[in-house]
């Protein structure tokens, strides 16, 4: 009498648990391969795709997938030094810092639908410089603040006065302030009176007054001193255009 052996094996994928009853034995992949499973080549195959099947071996095969994420990041501003000083109508500060884009991606992989590892490569930063300035209360805390690149801005000509310049008729301006450090003439037609600005390298102003030589873009400074003035005269000097306030 022959005897005749049926190799019996359990094939579990896919979330199926299946059998295999053969007359014949042969590879991982010859067995899952007669069930129309493939396998790719991230999937994990216990035992291994090439191997023989003994007899009443469970064969498991494991699913992977991997996922690729890229992730993105805006910092608006990241301090990266500043000032203070009260030399110009009130107490504000000066701060240089600078926005960051950050960009970087993330591996996740799932064995069956369950994640196992995660990864996340460098990150690529990209830098670009931010100038800000804010006005602060009486108790030194922010009470108003300008980026300064999302403000319009102009190249215009200095000029600068003083107390007590002959070509000055009075210590009281256009707009009825008493002369002062921070205030500044201007064409109105050009830069509207009642309004912040920010001028670097005299700090903040406040556009109170007019004079019959300030016309087009001419910017007339109040300053210390006849000797402060001369820093001034007929430089080229940038003006930010902040608000229209009713103060300053």
Do not use: C
């Not at 003006?239 to 103060?247: D, F, G, M, T």
């Amino acid at each position: 009498m022959a005897l005749i052996f049926i190799s019996r094996n359990t094939i579990e994928t896919d979330g199926k648990i299946l059998h295999h009853y053969s007359f014949s034995k042969g590879t991982v992949r010859d067995i899952l391969s007669q069930f129309d499973i493939v396998a790719s080549t991230k999937d994990i195959s216990m035992p291994g795709l090439d191997q023989k099947v003994q007899w009443g071996q469970k064969i498991r095969l494991v699913r992977v997938v991997e996922t690729f994420e890229k992730k993105k990041e805006h910092v608006d501003f990241v301090l990266d030094w500043k000032s203070r000083t009260s030399k110009n109508l009130r107490l504000v500060e000066v701060q240089n810092g600078h926005m960051e884009d950050k960009i970087w991606f993330v591996k996740r992989v799932f064995h069956d639908g369950r994640e196992v590892e995660s990864q996340e490569s460098p990150k690529v930063v990209r830098k670009s410089s931010v100038q800000r300035l804010v006005l602060l209360n009486s108790l030194g805390r922010p009470e108003k603040i300008y980026t300064l690149p999302d403000h319009q801005k102009m190249s215009v000509v200095a000029t600068a006065y003083w107390k007590g310049d002959p070509q000055v008729p009075g210590v009281i301006t256009y707009s009825g302030h008493k002369v002062e450090r921070g205030l500044v003439a201007v064409d109105p037609k050009v830069i509207p009176l009642g309004w912040r600005l920010y001028i670097p390298g005299y700090g903040y102003a406040y556009s109170s007054d007019t004079g019959s030589k300030i016309k087009g873009k001419r910017v007339d400074l109040f300053v210390e001193n006849k000797k402060a003035s001369k820093r001034w005269e007929y430089n080229k000097v940038t003006v930010y255009l902040l608000e229209k306030s009713k103060k300053w």
